[in-house]
């Protein structure tokens, strides 16, 4: 039996509720290493490695990844020269991850499949008197005179947890370092239109998914995929460039003016009632035309 205690609420959890809770929280994980193993055999079959089948393998896919983004660079140097290096770091950091929660939670998993009552209390609340606590910090119960402890010596198990703890704390810093590089590299390679947002959710567990997606894409460079998006833009909008060469306000109707302005605009206007005129009647004369150059 699994119940909840808190100082408001106490909640027995039916089970039923717990086996699917559990069917759950492990079909996730598969579902997303089947969907990542499939997109890198593919892409590494397509690649010709022969680390391919290594994709299906827990803990070493990272291997097949890092060689498909082998001539990628890092400290200098190209990921390929740092594959192992790097598999062996990674492997390590999630095997002692798991093996951190194996020892925590073996000892509740196997009394609740023993049918023993287990309690969860929640953090502030007064431990109920027919509780007693089993591993401290964790918070979680069992009744006083069932829960059954495998551990025969408790104290050579918290310190190699303390061990543990501390070794995967530097680890973590390893494994961080290396899936970014490998999510942004990857991507960027087989992905470039949307690597940054494949690479910021892949961190949070869903890269099974968007290899997968990549699983059918050719290989770019990420500077001529750059280089073809600089070629593709237009700076003079939708309507592209100016047809008329270097005037920038359209047409130039007048040839060597840039600024449009009309060549006759300092003519005579024409008369509005010119059709209306007598032919015989003439223009008056310049009053002026006797100081004109003619007249010189």
């Given at each position: ?24 929280s492990l079909l996730i994980p598969v ?222 109707p007048y040839q060597n003016n840039p ?38």
């Amino acid at each position: 039996m699994l119940t909840f205690i808190s100082n408001t609420f106490s909640f027995e959890v039916p089970t039923s509720t717990v086996w699917i809770a559990v069917v759950i929280s492990l079909l996730i994980p598969v579902a997303l290493h089947v969907l990542r193993a499939i997109g890198l055999y593919k892409l590494a079959k397509k690649k010709e490695l022969k680390c391919a089948f290594m994709a299906w393998l827990p803990c070493v896919w990272i291997y097949v990844a890092i060689r498909l983004i082998g001539e990628s660079r890092i400290f200098g140097k190209t990921m390929a020269k740092f594959a192992v290096l790097f598999t062996i770091l990674f492997a390590a950091a999630e095997l002692l991850t798991l093996a951190y929660n194996f020892i925590i939670y073996f000892p509740y998993v196997g009394n609740y499949l023993a049918g023993r009552n287990i309690y969860i209390i929640e953090e502030g609340t007064t431990v109920p008197v027919e509780c007693l606590e089993y591993w401290s910090g964790l918070g979680v119960y069992g009744k006083v005179g069932e829960f059954v402890g495998p551990y025969k010596n408790i104290y050579l198990i918290q310190k190699i947890m303390n061990v543990i703890y501390y070794v995967s704390a530097i680890l973590d810093i390893a494994y961080a370092v290396i899936v970014v590089t490998v999510f942004i590299n990857l991507f960027r390679k087989y992905w470039p239109q949307h690597y940054v947002l494949a690479s910021i959710l892949s961190l949070f567990g869903l890269d099974g998914i968007f290899i997968f997606v990549i699983r059918n894409k050719q290989p770019v460079s990420y500077m001529d995929y750059l280089r073809s998006r600089y070629q593709n833009y237009n700076p003079y909008g939708p309507y592209g460039p100016n047809p008329y060469g270097q005037n920038p306000y359209g047409q130039n109707p007048y040839q060597n003016n840039p600024y449009g302005q009309n060549p006759n605009a300092n003519a005579e206007p024409e008369s509005p009632f010119e059709d209306f005129k007598d032919p015989s009647e003439k223009k008056p004369e310049d009053p002026f035309s006797d100081f004109s150059d003619k007249n010189r």
